[in-house]
């Protein structure tokens, strides 16, 4: 089954771009790359015909720059990536596809049956993830779990994780949170999509979480709130956070859900609904511009 976004100069860049270290990859390549992840994510979602296009629009950017500039994806002592909300999974998919860890063709089987790109990314079938998950809240008591399972063999990896403002709802959520600082676990490196958007509207009104940084740092936890649209704010936050200070680290990344498609941005409808066709190339168009 055939997957085409863009032209071949484009799949030329890309190639060019993947061949770089991660010191010779540029800004303007990752936005290029956050693009690519874009058009993917729409993509996959539109020919699913289910999905959630969404959040993963609104964590390209943060995507773009931790595959081309933070993670180390080979060796014995790769650093592990989990997700904690598994609904935004195509961007994590995508993500890998221009990496080179699978191939964009394969992003044409998302969510269809036997696929090994499910709805919510499952080590089952894809043992390249490195986590299942689909209910909300598991995913810091999975990364401290694995973080302190990492220390205690007294390997390097590091274990990051994508989390969801909406999980914040969820008790299993500060238990975690409590364990992970309580244990100083400084090889832990979560970040947090901070849309204040879930599938029932905004989170505010679903259920208030504020103040969210205040409430990790009494915790145990250090906290930076960043743009997570700017990649010069996307690469402190990270350098922050690899930061080795005795606590634990959480990024609230501050995202705009459905960013670069102006119809999706801000809108809960484009949480978890998939385009039609003329949505479809509506958005496809905005992003090839």
Not at 85 to 101: D, E, F, K, L
Not at 239 to 248: F, I, R, T, V
Not at 258 to 277: A, C, I, R, Y
Request: charged share 25%.
């Amino acid at each position: 089954m055939e997957f085409i976004v863009g032209d071949e100069a484009q799949k030329r860049r890309l190639n060019e771009i993947a061949a770089k270290s991660a010191a010779q990859v540029s800004e303007d390549d990752l936005r290029f790359v956050a693009n690519r992840i874009r058009q993917n994510a729409i993509e996959m979602v539109f020919r699913a015909n289910s999905g959630h296009p969404g959040g993963p629009l609104g964590l390209a950017d943060i995507y773009a720059y931790l595959y081309f500039k933070v993670l180390k994806l080979d060796g014995e002592n790769r650093d592990r990536l989990l997700i904690s909300n598994g609904h935004v999974c195509a961007v994590r998919y995508s993500s890998m596809a221009v990496r080179g860890q699978i191939s964009e063709a394969e992003l044409a089987t998302f969510r269809r049956l036997g696929s090994r790109l499910q709805g919510h990314p499952s080590t089952k079938y894809l043992p390249e993830v490195d986590n299942s998950s689909g209910s909300l809240g598991q995913g810091l008591a999975n990364a401290s779990g694995l973080a302190l399972g990492l220390r205690l063999q007294k390997s390097p990896a590091r274990v990051f994780l994508g989390m969801s403002d909406g999980e914040c709802q969820e008790g299993m959520t500060w238990e975690a949170a409590m364990a992970a600082a309580h244990n100083k676990l400084t090889n832990i490196h979560p970040f947090l999509d901070f849309n204040n958007i879930q599938i029932d509207g905004k989170v505010e009104k679903v259920m208030g979480i504020e103040p969210l940084d205040q409430k990790f740092t009494g915790f145990g936890w250090k906290v930076r709130v960043a743009d997570g649209h700017n990649f010069t704010a996307i690469a402190d936050a990270f350098d922050w956070s690899l930061k080795d200070e005795g606590a634990p680290k959480m990024i609230l990344f501050k995202t705009v859900l459905g960013k670069g498609v102006s119809f999706m941005e801000n809108n809960p409808d484009w949480h978890g609904s998939p385009p039609n066709q003329k949505d479809r190339d509506l958005a496809i168009s905005e992003l090839s511009a």
